[in-house]
Nanobody
Framework: QVQLVESGGGSVQAGESLRLSCEAS?????????MGWFRQSPGKEREVVAT?????????YYGDSVTGRFTISHDNAKRTVYLQMNMLKPEDTGMYYC???????????????????WGQGTQVTVSS
């Protein structure tokens, strides 16, 4: 069982930055090859923000709305995935969830159901 603990959410103004962190329990690499971030706003479906292939070359994948503004990274020694969010917009507001899973196909990176482990979430609020 992999446990994920997020931190770093908060309230900011549009154009500012935040960095989210997600620490995994030891042994997480035995149960997952992808780690990433999803977000969800009231009345909307959970959508991918960014994910990274921790099982190999560290290739990262992004949701369309955050490409060029957000960067995901992985520190294996700290068992932590980071999400650097720059140029934040009000539409980035939502609950951000860390996720980990053992994906068979890269094309599944957008699919929440392919991720087996989830954190409790951290709130990000961006005001205009």
């Amino acid at each position: 069982q992999v446990q994920l603990v997020e931190s770093g959410g908060g309230s900011v103004q549009a154009g500012e930055s935040l960095r989210l962190s997600c620490e995994a329990s030891s042994g997480y690499t035995y149960s997952s090859n992808f780690m990433g971030w999803f977000r969800q706003s009231p009345g909307k479906e959970r959508e991918v923000v960014a994910t990274i292939f921790i099982g190999g070359d560290g290739q990262s994948y992004y949701g369309d709305s955050v490409t060029g503004r957000f960067t995901i990274s992985h520190d294996n020694a700290k068992r932590t995935v980071y999400l650097q969010m720059n140029m934040l917009k009000p539409e980035d507001t939502g609950m951000y969830y860390c996720a980990a899973g053992l994906l068979t196909y890269v094309s599944d990176f957008r699919v929440p159901q392919k991720y087996n482990y989830w954190g409790q979430g951290t709130q990000v609020t961006v005001s205009s």
